[in-house]
């Protein structure tokens, strides 16, 4: 019952959020590790107000255990069929002060990068973006922006649709809940970074599913997708790192179906 009224949630808005994934006990713990490996290795070219990690999964593992946990899943099953795939982990921690983002779709309908579906896309749900919130999402801290219903346009901002993409849109909304839920998108929804007026980082992490057959391999570094549609034609494009087979190695069981795609190939 729970995962159909998530599921009509999904459909219909867009987006829904699935709460008490991350047991209340391990929060702490989970936040504390997401932030020190931003703090670590973050990527020096984000604004200096937003910390970006991408393959936070090769830096920290703390939140690895849930990522398989059974509701979500379900729900991402249900949205993806059969053997999903994890295509994006990435620490992203909005600090107090940090400016509105602009709206956008994610990739691969992010009409920027290098590897997208050009618009006007079709009416299906290819990917998924989840928000991992390790803080609670409120109004005053920024909880994702976002405009209901947006998902079954057939383009968004970042493809010159006539929306501003830094315009307040009138009918968005902040997406919250408390800390431990997941947002969970339908990767088309028009979204975008809010200001973090509180005094407290709203520290996330943000994991993007794909179905089996999708391919990602333009944003793996050294790809020859990546190659021919980034690197040759001078379009950007997101890069996530392979996972090293010693992490892969050390994934809970359950997980490691979701990663065996972007395993590290040996030299
Ligand atoms: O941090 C947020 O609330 C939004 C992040 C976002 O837009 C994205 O990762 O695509």
């Known amino acids: 019952m729970q995962?159909?009224?998530?599921?009509?949630?999904?459909k219909l808005d867009g987006w829904c959020v699935v709460e008490d994934v991350i047991p209340a006990d391990q929060i702490e713990h989970v936040r504390h590790s997401v932030e020190a490996a931003v703090a670590a290795h973050r990527n020096p070219a984000a604004p200096p107000d937003i910390g970006h990690l991408p393959g936070m999964i090769?830096?920290?593992?703390?939140?690895?255990?849930?990522?398989?946990?059974?509701?979500?899943l379900a729900l991402v099953g249900a949205?993806?069929?059969?053997?999903?795939?994890?295509?994006?982990?990435t620490g992203t921690i909005n600090y107090p002060g940090n400016e509105r983002g602009g709206w956008h779709a994610d990739w691969p309908f992010n009409q920027n990068?290098?590897?997208?579906?050009?618009?006007?896309?079709?009416?299906?749900?290819?990917?998924?973006?989840?928000?991992?919130?390790?803080?609670p999402f409120t109004e005053e801290n920024g909880g994702t922006?976002?405009?209901?219903?947006?998902?079954?346009?057939?383009?968004?901002?970042?493809?010159?649709?006539?929306?501003?993409?830094?315009?307040?849109?009138?009918?968005?909304?902040?997406?919250?809940?408390?800390?431990?839920?997941?947002l969970v998108l339908?990767?088309?929804?028009?979204?975008a970074t809010a200001p973090n007026r509180s005094h407290q980082p709203r520290t996330s992490v943000?994991?993007?599913?794909?179905?089996?057959?999708?391919?990602?391999?333009?944003?793996?570094?050294?790809?020859?997708?990546?190659?021919?549609?980034?690197?040759e034609t001078g379009r950007k494009e997101n890069a996530v790192p392979s996972l090293p087979a010693?992490?892969?190695?050390?994934?809970?069981?359950?997980?490691?179906p979701l990663f065996r795609h972007w395993v590290a190939q040996p030299e």
């Open 206 to 231: 943000v994991v993007r599913y794909a179905p089996w057959w999708l391919n990602v391999e333009v944003l793996r570094p050294g790809s020859d997708e990546r190659r021919r549609l980034s690197e």
């Open 3 to 10: 995962l159909e009224r998530l599921l009509l949630h999904l």
């Open 145 to 182: 922006l976002l405009v209901p219903g947006s998902h079954r346009s057939p383009n968004n901002p970042t493809g010159d649709n006539g929306v501003d993409p830094l315009t307040p849109y009138p009918t968005e909304v902040n997406a919250c809940g408390p800390a431990g839920s997941v």
């Open 58 to 72: 090769n830096f920290d593992q703390s939140f690895a255990p849930f990522l398989a946990d059974e509701n979500l």
């Open 186 to 191: 339908d990767s088309r929804l028009w979204h």
């Open 79 to 89: 949205m993806l069929g059969h053997h999903p795939r994890i295509s994006f982990t």
């Open 113 to 135: 990068n290098a590897g997208h579906i050009p618009a006007p896309y079709p009416d299906a749900t290819v990917h998924l973006t989840t928000l991992w919130m390790l803080a």
């Open 246 to 256: 010693s992490v892969f190695a050390e994934l809970p069981a359950p997980v490691q």
